[in-house]
């Protein structure tokens, strides 16, 4: 059984920084893409950053250069550091595992993957 549990979210002004942290189990970490969605109040999710089996990186333009998505294997963990906060970066952030045939370079389809609970990040300006 999948269990994505993130943790590491909280309220920071901008220009501030957060990590977010995603401890997988369940199924072989090794195997799977990684991903981090954002939820905004009301709205729906957006992929944020996804890293693939082979440690490839895919980021939303709006993160580039802000947002470094990482993962280690040997603690079958996620991470997400996220620097220069800003308020449109406030959300809901959600872990999501997908096996690596269904990976398609970290472009998966939103419908696909095993989701985690989420982490709530506030930005304040």
């Known amino acids: 059984q999948v269990q994505l549990v993130e943790s590491g979210g909280g309220s920071v002004q901008a220009g501030g920084s957060l990590k977010l942290s995603c401890v997988a189990s369940?199924?072989?970490?090794?195997?799977?893409?990684m991903g981090w969605f954002r939820q905004p109040p009301g709205k729906g999710r957006v992929r944020t950053a996804a890293?693939?089996?082979?440690?490839?990186?895919i980021y939303a333009d709006s993160v580039k250069g802000r947002f470094t998505i990482s993962r280690d294997n040997a603690k079958n963990t996620l991470y997400l550091q996220m620097n220069s906060l800003n308020p449109e970066d406030t959300g809901t952030y959600y872990c999501?595992?997908?096996?690596?045939?269904?990976?398609?370079?970290?472009?998966?389809?939103?419908?696909?993957?095993?989701w985690g609970q989420g982490t709530r990040v506030t930005v304040s300006s």
């Open positions: 999501v595992a997908v096996h690596r045939l269904r990976c398609n370079g970290g472009y998966w389809s939103a419908s696909f993957g095993d």
């Open positions: 369940g199924f072989d970490y090794s195997t799977y893409c």
């Open positions: 890293i693939t089996t082979d440690g490839s990186t």
